[in-house]
C-alpha cells in the first residue's frame, strides 16, 4: 500500500510514520517539501504520488494565535484539507483526516456523541469544523476522526511543557475544571491502522470520535506527570488548581471535552485503552530511551 502522509514533523505524522513504515511505502509532505499556499500545486503533488490512501495530519493547532491569525488557520485547516479530499476523489481513494474536541462547546453534560450539534467556541474550532465539512461534501469515501489532548514526546504539546515547567519553577498552576481524555500519538496511530484494515467495508466511512477512555481534568493530567518526576526525582514545583476563569487566555476553550467513543468501539471489536494506561506506557517508553 502506497499511504500519502501530510504533515511531516507534527507528533501525529510522526507516530504514524513509525506505525505505517514496516507495513506500506509512505510519502510523506510538510512545508520543506511544498507551499501549502500553492493549493493547485499541492493537489498535483498529491496526484503524482498515486497514493491508496490520503492520512491528512497537517493542522494549525496553535489554539490561541490562531485568534490573531484566523486566515493562516483557515488555510491549514479548510482549504488544504478539502485539496486533499478532491484530490482522494478524482483518485478514487479514501481519505483520513484527523479534527478536534473543539468543533463543541462543552455545555453538554454527558459525552459528545459524533451526531451531536457543533458549536465551536474559537477560531481554532471553526476552522477544524469547516476542514470537516470541506472533506464530507469532496470525498464520498473519508475517515473523519475526532480526537483531544494529544500528547507524545514529539512536538509541542502538554506532557513535554508541563515536564519541563514542573521540573523548572517552584509552582504551577493547572486549571482544573476542563475535562477531557488525554490521548497519545500512538493510540490515535493504531486505531487508523486498525480502521484502514475495514476499508473494504461500504459502511465503515464517515466520522467516529477516537480518544483514550477515562476522563480526567489537566490538572490530573498534570499531577500523573508530576508523580512520574516525583519518582525520578525530577519534581520541582508545587501543584495548584485553579479555575479557567482564573487562566484567562485569547481563546474559549470547551469546559466539558468528553467524547463517546462507542461507535468506534464497535468497529475495532474493543474500547481504546484507558488514559492512564496508555500514559504508563508513554512513559515507561521514555524511560527506556532516557536508560538506554
Not at 511505502?25 to 490520503?54: C, S
Not at 474550532?125 to 464520498?140: D, F, I, P, Q, S
Not at 475495532?268 to 508513554?282: K, M, N, V
Request: net charge negative; glycine share 6%; with cysteine.
Amino acid at each position: 500500500m502506497n499511504v500519502f502522509i501530510a504533515g511531516q514533523h507534527g507528533q501525529l505524522s510522526q507516530a504514524l510514520q513509525q506505525l505505517l513504515a514496516a507495513k506500506a511505502r509512505i510519502t510523506v509532505i510538510g512545508r520543506a517539501q511544498v507551499d501549502f499556499t500553492q493549493l493547485e500545486a499541492l493537489h498535483e503533488r498529491v496526484l503524482a504520488a498515486k497514493p491508496d490512501v490520503i492520512i491528512n495530519a497537517a493542522a494549525y493547532t496553535a489554539v490561541d494565535a490562531a485568534e490573531s491569525d484566523p486566515q493562516t488557520a483557515a488555510l491549514i485547516n479548510e482549504r488544504v484539507p478539502e485539496v486533499f479530499a478532491r484530490a482522494a476523489q478524482q483518485l478514487g481513494i479514501p481519505m483520513v483526516h484527523y479534527s478536534t474536541d473543539y468543533v463543541f462547546d462543552g455545555s453538554k453534560e454527558g459525552r459528545y456523541r459524533e451526531e451531536d450539534s457543533t458549536c465551536p467556541l474559537n477560531v481554532y474550532g471553526r476552522t477544524k469544523l469547516a476542514g470537516e465539512n470541506a472533506v464530507r461534501e469532496h470525498a464520498e469515501r473519508h475517515l473523519i476522526l475526532r480526537t483531544s489532548w494529544v500528547y507524545s514526546w514529539q512536538g509541542n504539546n502538554f506532557l513535554r511543557t508541563m515536564v519541563r515547567l514542573l521540573s523548572e519553577r517552584d509552582e504551577l498552576n493547572i486549571v482544573d475544571d476542563q475535562i477531557g481524555a488525554p490521548t497519545w500519538t500512538r493510540t490515535i496511530a493504531a486505531a487508523t491502522d486498525r480502521l484502514l484494515a475495514h476499508s473494504d467495508q461500504d459502511e465503515l466511512w464517515g466520522t467516529y470520535h477516537l480518544t483514550a477512555n477515562g476522563t480526567t481534568s489537566w490538572f490530573g493530567f498534570a499531577e500523573q506527570i508530576a508523580r512520574r518526576l516525583r519518582e525520578t526525582g525530577q519534581l520541582k514545583a508545587r501543584l495548584n488548581p485553579i479555575p479557567s476563569s482564573s487562566y484567562p487566555t485569547p481563546a474559549h476553550r470547551p469546559i466539558n471535552s468528553r467524547l463517546s467513543t462507542e461507535k468506534l468501539a464497535a468497529v475495532l471489536g474493543e474500547p481504546l485503552p484507558d488514559w492512564q494506561a496508555a500514559f504508563a506506557q508513554c512513559w515507561s517508553e521514555r524511560e527506556l530511551q532516557v536508560s538506554g
